[in-house]
């Protein structure tokens, strides 16, 4: 099992940055891809970003590339998504999920989930 927490969210300009943690316990969470989505009211979980554990390589969706940047750091079990240039748009509750299998774009290919944290952009 692999428990995952976020912390980071919060109310923002249109603009602004915002740093976004998924701290991570249990079973080796090294060895897992380590994704972000976000679902906006009314909308379906979209993927945002995420990173390989074997070599730190990186995906992300078209509408935030350039914008957000995913990292781990395995020895603190945590990984981040800092956000720049935030956009109404990104308003979400953003989740962490842990996959293992690379690359992993779909909900269906993670078996752990957090429980998400809200961002909100203002204009």
């Known amino acids: 099992q692999v428990q995952l927490v976020e912390s980071g969210g919060g109310l923002v300009q249109a603009g602004g940055s915002l740093r976004v943690s998924c701290s991570a316990s249990?079973?080796?969470?090294?060895?897992?891809?380590m994704g972000w989505f976000r679902q906006a009211p009314g909308k379906g979980r979209e993927f945002v970003a995420a990173?390989?554990?074997?070599?730190?390589?990186?995906t992300y969706r078209e509408s935030v590339k350039g914008r957000f940047t995913i990292s781990r750091d395995n020895a603190k079990s945590t990984v981040y998504l800092a956000m720049n240039s935030l956009k109404p748009e990104d308003t979400a509750v953003y989740y962490c999920?842990?996959?293992?299998?690379?690359?992993?774009?779909?909900?269906?290919?993670?078996?752990?989930w957090g429980q998400g944290t809200q961002v909100t952009v203002s204009s």
């Open positions: 999920a842990a996959g293992s299998k690379w690359p992993i774009w779909t909900t269906v290919g993670y078996d752990y």
């Open positions: 990173v390989n554990w074997r070599d730190d390589s990186t």
């Open positions: 249990g079973r080796t969470v090294g060895r897992y891809t």
